[in-house]
């Protein structure tokens, strides 16, 4: 009975698969943050990208 008790006791303190939950939890929330921002994302990406196009005319018109 006690070397059930140890074990769960040395389960319990394992902290190897700490890391990859740290790393699941935030991918997952990086995640809901884009579903969550997915229209604005976009606009301003659209942004950046017309605001280069215009700034590569101005160089090759002059």
Known sequence: MLTIVEKSKNFWRDEEGLGTLEMILIIAVLVA??????????EVISGLIDTAGEK???V???
């Open 33 to 42: 943050v884009v579903v969550l921002f997915r229209q604005k994302i976009k």
């Open 60 to 62: 090759f018109e002059d």
């Open 56 to 58: 590569s005319q101005e």
